[in-house]
């Protein structure tokens, strides 16, 4: 009977009747040095236990699969599915003509292999039955990548050393359904304020719902009518009784607020604490599928379902009073990042609230530096990954001020000085390209600032693609967020008047890093020993094709307004340029990448945290990164013929 070690994954989740079943089901296969697997036997699940498997498609390399003899982790084998279709790989890419018959990959021996072959059918019987190993062994990226984040959060919640704070950050993936919410009452805007207290006491509540006085109209206007209420908070009637208003005969419509956050029912936890920290709110009114208002997630309801959170080093921000006590909020962000990921959190949830939590840092520090009359008349934004909502780490600062037209201050640039300098105190290094508000090119009012970027659409010096990219990533921090919309609107136009040329220029650099068959060809191993400088580039080989391709779409298509990866190919959907499930794939892929990442940083002293070696990954790391690897190479490949470049 072959050895299986069901302590490693995908048999690690097995039962003790499925662990019986694979027995009967397994044999151990041979490989000489060269020897190609039939194409009668790519029906079965193959995991290796000695020796090196090369997977090709058409004689061009995919992936390696790995001995534990190329480890230094014991009995850390990888394992493939023979049966495994290309179309995972490239699905959404550039598609096969439909005349052209599926080609199977091929999987050679790099050296003597052994293998065990377990049973196609067996596994697809088992797999029905166990979400568990369903996931792990799915063709869907999404799906596998769930699967580690479920062992992650796993391995953390040992139920001997169960904590508190690890049942919270479990909790935070639960939809908002799950929460306790807060009834819905509503009144007219021609109401009285009066009368909305009456029902606020009635109902114990500290709020209503309030139709608009054009309710009516509304709804004939609009498909979500439900989305136009307003909200009535007991706060308001406080401020009308301050402003000497007559409740009695007072319209609500005077202090309602319309300008409505909402968040789905069936969006998690987490996000719906993202928003209140970030809008500074206390009430959602959560929507369902159909638009409808199906109750009211109150803070403190959300809060005494989590319990303590982030919510807390927003509060511990906005107290500080000088440089010392924001250095002790910084590092509770960084706690919050290792607890958050160890617990298995989503990379994206994390790197939205850590945006949130540093843009509230970034506010405070020039709050503290600067007159009041400074923060209105300039904006203060991030750019890059800080910009994009996906900065998990303290990297290299990107900042700009834009200053309102004809607005001076005889020491702006001592402020800036003093902001770069106190943020690198606080652990944000300087930028090493100067792309900072301590450089005049990025401290300008408004005229100068647009007239630059209509430069740098004209010019071909390669540095302005990097001066576009970082703008075009710039997001709001304080002061006036109409300043950084004129830009934006101003990036626009210059993009619709520029040569029809330039995009396919500025996709070049999401190319200019090598294929991804270059980076796994370093598994090639030595004689009697191991690969030599396996290392791999996350951000090179990862993250940056994939953000400055979608950014290169997302210029294309006119989606400037918003700088996330995330939201750009939400809106690249919603334009037809991508299918759902390509955009969904890129931004897994993305974040799995970001995940490998902050793993790398918080378990070596590699702050950087761009390398990572695939032999001290798991099975199923290796296996997830190859896939994503095949992701960005599918994604270059398609970027590379839609904007008809040669760059190999």
């Known amino acids: 009977m072959p050895h299986l070690d069901f302590t490693q994954p995908p048999f690690d989740v097995l039962s003790l009747a499925e662990r019986q079943s694979i027995r009967k089901n397994t044999k151990i296969r041979y490989l000489a040095r060269d020897e190609i697997l039939p194409a009668a036997d790519l029906q079965y699940l ?180 439900k989305l136009l209420l307003g909200i009535l908070t007991d706060t308001d009637i406080c401020r009308a009784v301050s402003d000497r208003q ?130 209105s008349n300039t904006c203060l934004i991030v750019m890059g990954s800080e910009g994009r909502g996906e900065q998990i780490m303290r990297t290299d600062q990107d900042n700009a001020l834009i200053i309102r037209d004809g607005y001076t201050h005889p020491d702006l640039a001592q402020f800036a000085d003093t902001f770069n300098n106190h943020l690198a105190t606080l652990g944000y290094p300087l930028c090493d390209g100067n792309i900072m508000m301590t450089n005049s090119m990025w401290r300008q009012p408004l005229r100068q600032f647009t007239a630059q970027i209509a430069s740098w659409f004209r010019n071909t010096d390669p540095m302005h693609g990097i001066y576009l990219s970082a703008i075009m990533d710039g997001e709001y921090v304080c002061g006036d967020e109409t300043l950084l919309t004129q830009v934006r609107q101003h990036l626009r136009m210059a993009h619709r008047h520029a040569d029809p040329m330039f995009v396919r220029q500025f996709a070049r650099a999401a190319l200019q890093f090598g294929d991804v068959n270059q980076w796994w060809q370093k598994f090639v191993p030595l004689i009697g020993g191991k690969s030599i400088s396996a290392d791999i580039d996350l951000k090179k080989a990862g993250i940056f094709p994939l953000v400055h391709g979608i950014r290169t779409l997302a210029l294309e298509n006119d989606v400037l307004d918003v700088p996330s990866s995330k939201d750009r190919l939400k809106a690249l959907v919603q334009s037809h340029a991508l299918t759902q499930e390509r955009a969904d794939t890129l931004l897994e892929a993305l974040e799995f990448f970001m995940a490998q990442r902050l793993s790398v940083a918080l378990s070596t002293e590699d702050k950087q945290a761009r390398q990572v070696d695939p032999t001290t990954l798991t099975a199923l790391e290796r296996d997830l990164l190859k896939e994503c690897l095949a992701v960005v190479k599918s994604f270059k490949n398609q970027l590379r013929q839609h904007y008809q470049l040669e760059i190999a």
């Open 246 to 375: 007559d409740p009695a005969i007072t319209l609500c419509q005077r202090y309602t607020n319309f300008n409505l956050r909402t968040i789905k029912a069936t969006d998690e936890i987490g996000d719906a604490l993202l928003t209140m920290t970030r809008y500074r709110i206390h009430r959602l009114p959560v929507i369902d599928s159909s638009g409808d208002v199906v109750g009211v997630l109150g803070q403190n309801d959300m809060l005494a379902h989590i319990g303590h959170h982030s919510q807390l080093i927003s509060i511990q921000i906005e107290q500080a009073t000088d440089l010392s006590s924001l250095d002790t909020a910084v590092e509770l962000i960084g706690r919050y990042i290792r607890a958050q990921h160890q617990n298995g959190v989503k990379i994206g949830n994390i790197s939205r609230m850590v945006q949130t939590l540093n843009a509230q840092v970034f506010t405070k520090l020039w709050q503290l530096i600067v007159p009041d009359e400074v923060i």
């Open 46 to 225: 193959y995991v290796v236990i000695k020796g090196q498997i090369e997977q090709s498609l058409g004689g061009e390399f995919v992936a390696s699969y790995l001995g534990s003899n190329h480890s230094d982790e014991p009995n850390n084998n990888d394992w493939f599915d023979s049966r495994r279709l290309p179309e995972s790989l490239i699905k959404n890419g550039v598609p096969e003509s439909k005349n052209t018959p599926i080609q199977p990959y091929q999987f050679r021996a790099s050296e003597e292999t052994l293998l065990l072959q377990v049973d196609g059918a067996t596994v697809d019987k088992i797999s029905a039955q166990n979400h568990l190993v369903r996931q792990m062994l799915s063709d869907k990226l999404p799906e596998r990548l769930k699967a580690l984040r479920q062992r992650r959060s796993n391995k953390a919640l040992n139920p001997a050393g169960y904590t508190h704070q690890q049942e919270v950050q479990q909790i935070m993936l639960q939809p908002v359904i799950d929460v306790h919410l807060l009834p819905v009452h509503i009144v007219d805007a021609n109401n009285s304020l009066y009368e909305a207290a009456r029902i606020m006491t009635e109902a114990r509540l500290k709020h209503v719902l309030v139709r608009p006085l054009n309710y009516v109209e509304n709804i004939r206007d609009t498909e979500q009518p």
